[in-house]
């Protein structure tokens, strides 16, 4: 099995989750995290991730107790051939890390970042030779998403690229490959600028927090999941496709964007959307919310299964 030997550097729910996946692949975990609770707090994720995985088919091969738990960074990657690190979002932080684990590295190995927040030339900084290193960005979480966005530049040796994507396709995921560097990579722009919106509607009493939730996933959020928003907007005209669309729809396109919302998240703004969403919970509780989540997610993985 090629790159059967994994390490997880962070053990937050990211880790955690990335943990799980790789375990259900069938490969082995070791795990860092200066956290003392973090033993339990990863095995406990991982007992409650099995039975999704399991039903989604990604642990005919898995062993959930393949995994041990290190004191040190450098002790989890040795021997290690593909390494995803998920330590804090701190520069100081993943350049500290990246200074211990350079040495101990296996020769060929691959580090993935998990970072959202951080660019990848920012945190090759902390490597004195940052070839094998990419960024790997998942979707949380990992485990359920399928999403990673890859990212190498000019410093970054393809073969560790390349590998990196053949790797995440292995255990089941979706790769993107990023072109240049941009804050926040694809995903989360496009999920902050929906957001923005979304939160304008709210800000200025247009439709509740639970409406606006409820007008993407029983909207356009249903048709994303199948497909991307140019490639809808392209059957969206019949045969005429996407030209046909733009030429019909490029003023009223263009007005929209002019009146979109620009707010900032302040305390005011923040207090407002705090109330909509316990409102929007019904009382339901964090656990029961992500359960619910968790298995809407792992139906609709069900029913697309077999049809990309």
């Known amino acids: 099995m090629e790159y059967a030997q994994t390490a997880c550097l962070g053990g937050g729910v990211i880790g955690a989750s990335w943990a799980a996946l790789f375990l259900a692949s069938g490969r082995s975990v070791a795990m860092f995290d200066p956290d003392p609770q973090v033993e339990k707090h990863v095995r406990d994720y991982i007992r409650t991730a099995w039975p999704t995985m399991t039903e989604l088919g990604l642990t005919e091969h898995g062993n959930p107790d393949a995994i041990r738990f290190c004191t040190t960074a450098a002790q989890a990657v040795e021997g290690a051939d593909f390494i995803q690190e998920n330590v804090p979002e701190r520069l100081p932080i993943k350049h500290a890390t990246f200074a211990e684990i350079e040495p101990a590295l296996k020769p060929g190995a691959i580090i993935a970042s998990s970072a959202s927040g951080l660019t990848l030339s920012q945190m090759q900084g902390g490597w004195s030779d940052p070839a094998r290193f990419v960024l790997g960005h998942p979707f949380n979480p990992p485990h359920l998403i399928p999403l990673v966005e890859v990212l190498g530049n000019d410093r970054t040796d393809p073969a560790a690229l390349s590998g990196a994507e053949n790797f995440y396709t292995a255990i089941g995921k979706v790769t993107i490959r990023l072109h240049k560097e941009k804050n926040g990579h694809v995903a989360n722009r496009l999920q902050a600028a929906i957001w923005r919106e979304a939160i304008s509607l709210v800000v ?91 298995a809407l997610i792992t139906a609709m993985q069900k029913a697309m299964a077999g049809l990309r």
């Open 204 to 294: 200025e009493g247009v439709a509740s927090v639970e409406d606006v939730d409820k007008a993407v996933w029983a909207g356009p959020g249903l048709r994303w999941a199948a497909m991307g928003p140019t490639m809808l907007f392209n059957l969206g005209a019949g045969e005429g496709g996407l030209k046909a669309f733009c030429d019909h729809f490029a003023d009223t396109f263009n007005g929209w964007w002019d009146d979109l919302g620009q707010v900032r998240l302040n305390d005011e703004v923040a207090g407002i959307l705090i109330e909509g969403v316990n409102e929007e919970a019904h009382g339901e509780n964090h656990a029961e919310l992500s359960a619910r989540r968790d």
